[in-house]
């Protein structure tokens, strides 16, 4: 095989993985792991409550969910505002039912209205904790079920504080006393949620502390180009990273304990997670509910409170975007839900180094181009190969003619002159396809970095271009990008077989096409990619071709 075959194949694979990736609903789903007897959620008659870890080990029957379209059930609304936050808490189970993150508006066009990251109507997506007695009755523990009381209506954290609290109160008939917390930190987007149990009754109390989030199924699409998962997510010590997704769900229910770990919805850019204690064992689950509500959560330890004591039960909640700083802070691997792809390796170090120039220069679109620029400096000499061996294969084209004419009818024949003419010029056929290769990982992670990277989210570069995480809205850089390919292709030697020469004359069209629908931060990156090397190629074939 040619090198111009090579070339050709190099990039047709990365067009074919692009479309691959793109119609991916979830990337690889992994399978979910067999339920073990010891550890498997038994059955609750409400199926939006969790099940209790069973004792003997019976295998629990779970009830076919009842699919509803009713509404939510809801009671009165505590407003709570911060510098993070504008949401809603209902005092029926203290649930957070809606949530508007103060530094993120729904778009550029509308800076006013912030984006809602949960809600309980529409497509419904909210946050409950609560406790479960040993024996399931709920009457005397405060599920989300429960209704609560709070002294306010409305809380909001004043300048110069650095943290609210939110109290609700429950009584039970037995004299258990209930204060849920909820404590908001400036300038952050984890939320403690504590349970301060004091029994008053004539009797011990033993129960679970229970926290899970339900999500309804986005009705909308991803775009063929702009694929992202939305789903459930687990984290655990023994399996690490895992999604769990809707299809998953609906399936078969989740059952696993482990000491520490989170659960969590995620979407494009950012979550909702659950961490519990990292030093508890916990039984995560999850089930399809009513109102086709997806949920995924865990339960707790038994916790016993003898009568006349006191204990406080904690949980805490990140509810925001997805910024790697803030997550890896908050809990082991929560980082992970910033999804690089299965270049993360390469990824990872691409988008500290754009940070880091972004916190020097202040622009994204710059700091793309800056690391453009470093990028194919760190590449320079392979690229040098490269383009260097094109520069060869042009020079002797006319040969290679020549011979085509004369080798007509004899294929075999035709190779052996070509290897001859190959070593007499002292060419690698080989050579300027290999450091295309292996330069392939490093733009795929640029490109899922890029993508998932929620600081590209509005982010202004110049001119037209005010927000680098959509689509060019005049299609400019598209443009330039195909026309910077062209003359890449120009530059190049032109294949001898026709049928190959067609094709790759026809892929910047294919490219430009593609890249239309590319938000602009990527087609930014290209530009100035092919730019450099057009820069670079014409030079280099100029020595060549200048050397006697």
């Known amino acids: 095989m040619d090198f111009q075959r090579l070339l050709l194949f190099a990039g047709l694979s990365f067009t074919v993985l692009m479309i691959w990736e793109a119609w991916q609903n979830d990337y690889v789903r992994p399978k979910v792991a067999p339920m073990e007897l010891s550890t498997t959620v038994a059955n609750n008659k409400n199926l939006d409550l969790p099940g209790l870890p069973t004792i003997d080990g019976a295998v629990a029957v779970v009830d076919a969910p009842v699919k509803m379209t009713q509404q939510i059930k809801s009671d009165s609304r505590i407003s709570v505002t911060t510098d993070s936050y504008q949401l809603e808490i209902d005092t029926l189970g203290g649930d957070l039912r809606r949530v508007d993150l103060v530094n993120y508006p729904v ?63 429950w009584q ?33 109390w033993q129960g679970h502390l229970y926290q899970q989030l339900q999500r309804q199924k986005p009705e909308h699409k991803n775009s063929m180009f702009m694929n992202t ?15 769990i997704s809707f299809d998953d769900m609906t399936k078969e229910n989740l059952s696993r304990v482990n000491t520490g770990g989170w659960v969590a919805m995620i979407q494009h850019y950012f979550l909702g997670a659950w961490i519990p204690p990292q030093d508890e064992k916990i039984n995560y689950y999850s089930k399809l509910g009513a109102n086709n509500l997806y949920i995924i959560g865990g339960i707790g330890e038994k916790q016993t409170i003898n009568s006349g004591e006191s204990q406080i039960l904690k949980g805490q909640m990140f509810v925001g975007p997805k910024l790697p700083d803030q997550l890896e802070a908050a809990a082991p691997g929560l980082d992970l839900v910033v999804d690089f792809g299965f270049l993360t390796i390469i990824a990872q170090p691409l988008y500290w180094m754009l940070n880091l120039i972004h916190g020097i220069i202040g622009n994204w679109g710059w700091a793309i181009i800056l690391l453009t620029i470093l990028i194919k400096a760190v590449f320079y000499k392979l690229s040098e190969t490269s383009y260097k061996s094109m520069a060869h294969m042009r020079k002797v084209q006319p040969k290679l003619k020549t011979m085509k004419e004369r080798f007509k009818d004899d294929k075999q024949g035709m190779n052996q002159a070509m290897m001859k003419l190959y070593k007499e010029e002292k060419i690698n056929p080989l050579g300027g396809c290999l450091p295309i290769l292996v330069q392939m990982p490093v733009f795929m992670a640029l490109y899922w970095m890029l993508m998932e990277s929620v600081e590209m989210r509005q982010a202004p570069f110049m001119l037209w271009i005010q927000d680098l995480s959509i689509a060019d809205p005049f299609f400019v850089l598209p443009l330039i990008m195909g026309a910077t390919m062209l003359i890449q292709q120009k530059l190049n030697p032109t294949p001898m ?42 030079y280099i074939t100029r020595i060549v071709i200048a050397e006697k």
Do not use: C
């Not at 809380?155 to 109160?169: A, H, I, P, Q």
């Not at 917390?181 to 008053?200: A, C, M, P, Q, T």
């Not at 593609?514 to 530009?527: D, E, I, R, S, T």
């Open 107 to 169: 778009s550029k066009d509308q800076p006013d209205t912030l984006f809602r990251l949960m809600d309980d109507e529409g497509v419904a997506f909210f946050a409950q904790s609560g406790l479960l007695t040993v024996d399931g009755d709920s009457k005397d523990a405060p599920t989300h079920h429960a209704r609560y009381t709070s002294s306010e209506s409305s809380y909001r954290l004043k300048e110069g504080e650095n943290s609210l609290e939110v109290k609700l109160n």
């Open 172 to 204: 039970g008939k037995s004299g258990l006393q209930v204060t849920k917390i909820y404590r908001f930190h400036r300038g952050s987007h984890l939320i403690d949620v504590e349970f301060r149990v004091k029994n008053n009754g004539d009797k011990q």
């Open 229 to 243: 998962y939305t789903g459930g997510v687990i984290y655990t010590g023994a399996e690490k990273y895992e999604k």
């Open 497 to 538: 077989d026709p049928t190959q020469a067609k094709v790759m004359m026809v892929l910047p069209v294919v490219f430009t096409g593609f890249f239309a629908f590319f938000p602009a931060g990527l087609v930014l990156y290209w530009v100035v990619n092919n730019t450099l090397s057009i820069l670079q190629q014409w």
